[in-house]
C-alpha cells in the first residue's frame, strides 16, 4: 500500500506546475494534497472524493490550485497555476479508505496513508 508523489521543481513565479500521486496496493475514497514550508508546519491544500466532486481547498489556494482524479488509473493531480514564492514547500499526497465528510477531509488525522513528498520552489 503506497502513494507515489511526483512533479516538483524549480518554477518562476506565475508558472504553472502539474503534481500527480499514484496509489497502489488498496482503494482509497478519500485523497487530498498538504504542504509544509521550511520552519513551518504542515498544512492543508486540497481534498476530492474518489466517488464525489466535493473539493475543499484551502483559501490561499482558491482560484489558482485544481485537484483531479483517475480512478481507472489511481492517480491523483494537483494543477498549480499563477504561482507565489510563498507557495514554496515540500507537497505531500495523503488518502484514507474512508469517504469523509467535506469539514473533516481538511484534517490530516484523518489520512492514514501518505505519500513521500514532492518539493516545489517557487524563485526567480
Known amino acids: 500500500v503506497q502513494l507515489q508523489a511526483s512533479g516538483g521543481g524549480l518554477v518562476q513565479p506565475g508558472g504553472s506546475l502539474r503534481l500527480s500521486c499514484a496509489a497502489s496496493?488498496?482503494?482509497?475514497?478519500?485523497y487530498a494534497w498538504f504542504r509544509q514550508a521550511p520552519g513551518q508546519e504542515r498544512e492543508f491544500v486540497a481534498a476530492?472524493?474518489?466517488?464525489?466532486?466535493?473539493?475543499p481547498y484551502a483559501d490561499s489556494v482558491k482560484g489558482r490550485f485544481t485537484i483531479s482524479r483517475d480512478n481507472a488509473k489511481n492517480m491523483v493531480y494537483l494543477q498549480m497555476n499563477s504561482l507565489k514564492p510563498e507557495d514554496t514547500a515540500v507537497y505531500y499526497c495523503?488518502?484514507?479508505?474512508?469517504?469523509?465528510?467535506?469539514?473533516?477531509?481538511?484534517?490530516?488525522?484523518?489520512?492514514?496513508?501518505w505519500g513521500q513528498g514532492t518539493l516545489v520552489t517557487v524563485s526567480s
Open positions: 495523503a488518502a484514507d479508505s474512508r469517504t469523509w465528510i467535506i469539514s473533516a477531509m481538511s484534517n490530516e488525522n484523518n489520512y492514514d496513508t
Open positions: 476530492i472524493r474518489r466517488r464525489e466532486n466535493s473539493t
Open positions: 496496493g488498496r482503494t482509497f475514497n478519500t
